[in-house]
């Protein structure tokens, strides 16, 4: 049987083209366009001790296809030998490599009988503190397709550290081992039993893993048993975590002194309207736009406190790498949080020589990308060129948001007669110029850049959007907002 790489339809082994979506049912790995649907798969462990003997876990994967060949999705683990609940799935497909980050709710040990225990039980066996079950450690995928609807690789939980109440850590052992998952359809709300039932397809084919000295052991994707009342503490290695852009339209009140005609102080309500942005990192969309809301409206104390109201959120997700002059790096947004604001205390936001008064979109169009920085400096004009900061010594992180396009204005019929000088007329939530604001409109992508001024930094992303469907969109640069994590 043939399996079509885009639908999942399944044809005799003669047939050329799938009836339904035209695509080819070749069977090679570059043929597969998206990796949306459902995928059956089994993992297993190459590290020594218990987790040797531990029978290959079968999974299934539920995908959705985003933008720039980002994805996201679910999984759940087959009983008995997987971890309970669902987990989420991150990543990046580019045919024929795909990887991905899994992380499962609640994270388990493994104990040398072979049982499993939650990571919060043994804490608490071994004397520690542990007020709630902790989620697994994130597990980093790696897969290459053999064909168009099978692929295999490795996956392995790094080392690090995760700190918990009354000041303790615990230490994260770098487990690995090897997978295979097999395309079953694009159907995401089906349910299919089968698949592999080895992790691997050709094990010819996978790469020697490297087994560490033999220590305690996790079970997937739980971490390693701490040490009692370890308060040991060190950088954490890189963990993928998305990113997303909040702008908020909102109306404040709060009652303000301001003179009255008699000359005198007096307390009145004063209501105005305006825009309130954030970078928030971590978590899914639903538990990134709470916390941003949370932000706009914070508990207050006092009496006169201030009321907010938010009437309209734009959100976008970033892409996750930091662009810089010296080629693409991993977005780990922890540390870019301290370095961005290291910056802008030593740096003004609205110091000239960044260059936010630029028309970006007129000086680095769409579709012309110049070869190089020099060139991109020579092709400016004279007034333009002379007040950026061209030191390649001097460099900052701008936000670059990438602008949906403008919506053509209806104006329904029942509207063009009406007396648009009417008083009574409904308006609009938010202020007229609020609402239309660039900060305000909707947005596809949103990017960090690390550059010499905004010119480059546009210039930067445009190299990287010129292959994808937001190469002719509008952008806006922006100076870095706030960054705040999910908790």
Not at 86 to 91: K, M, N, R, W
Not at 404 to 419: G, I, K, M, N, Y
Request: proline share 9%.
């Amino acid at each position: 049987m043939k399996t079509c790489p885009y639908c999942g339809k399944q044809y005799p082994d003669d047939a050329v083209v799938c009836a339904i979506d035209g695509e080819a049912l070749s069977r090679s790995a570059v043929d597969r366009k998206s990796i949306a649907g459902v995928w059956r798969g089994v993992y297993g462990y190459v590290a020594p001790g218990p987790l040797a003997k531990m029978k290959p876990v079968p999974f299934t994967l539920k995908l959705e296809q985003g933008w720039l060949g980002h994805f996201t999705g679910k999984v759940t683990e087959d009983a008995p030998e997987g971890i309970p609940g669902t987990g989420v799935i991150d990543g990046h497909f580019k045919s024929p490599t795909v990887e991905f980050t899994k992380q499962m709710p609640v994270g388990y040990v493994v104990r040398t009988d072979g049982s499993k225990i939650t990571l919060r039980e043994h804490i608490l066996t071994q004397g520690g503190k542990c007020e709630r079950e902790l989620p697994s450690a994130s597990i980093e995928y790696e897969g290459t397709f053999l064909d168009a609807n099978r692929v295999q690789g490795t996956w392995v939980i790094k080392p690090q550290q995760i700190p918990i109440s009354g000041g303790q850590s615990i230490t994260i052992a770098e487990t690995s081992g090897i997978w295979c998952a097999e395309f079953i359809t694009a159907d995401i709300k089906a349910s299919p039993n089968g698949g592999p039932t080895e992790p691997y397809f050709d094990k010819s084919l996978l790469p020697e893993p490297e087994i560490e000295p033999e220590v305690e052991v996790q079970a997937n994707p739980a971490p390693a048993v701490p040490e009692r009342n370890d308060t040991t503490s060190s950088k954490q290695d890189y963990v993928p975590m998305n990113g997303y852009l909040f702008i908020a339209g909102v109306t404040q009140s709060q009652v303000l002194p301001s003179r009255s005609r008699g000359g005198q102080m007096v307390d009145t309500l004063q209501t105005w309207d305006g825009c309130a942005s954030a970078i928030i990192y971590g978590g899914d969309p639903e538990q990134a736009q709470r916390r941003f809301e949370a932000w706009c409206q914070p508990v207050q104390e006092g009496e006169h406190q201030a009321a907010v109201i938010i009437k309209r959120i734009v959100a976008a997700q970033f892409v996750d790498q930091l662009f810089t002059e010296a080629g693409d790096q991993p977005l780990y947004w922890p540390k870019i949080s301290e370095q961005v604001n290291d910056l802008l205390q030593a740096t003004s936001v609205d110091d000239f020589e960044q260059g936010y008064w630029v028309d970006i979109n007129q000086a680095v169009p769409p579709g012309k990308i110049s070869p190089d920085i020099e060139s991109l400096k020579r092709e400016l004009p004279e007034e333009i060129r002379s007040g950026l900061n061209w030191s390649p010594d001097r460099k900052f992180y701008f936000l670059v948001s990438v602008l949906s396009p403008r919506p053509l204005p209806v104006l329904p019929a029942d509207r063009l007669e009406a007396d648009t000088t009417n008083p009574d007329a409904e308006k609009p939530d938010l202020d007229g110029f609020v609402a239309t604001l660039p900060e305000m409109r909707d947005k596809e992508a949103a990017g960090l850049v690390e550059a010499r001024n905004s010119v480059v930094a546009a210039w930067l992303w445009r190299k990287y959007a010129v292959d994808t469907r937001l190469a002719v969109n509008e952008i806006k640069i922006d100076p870095c907002c706030s960054f705040i994590p999910v908790e």
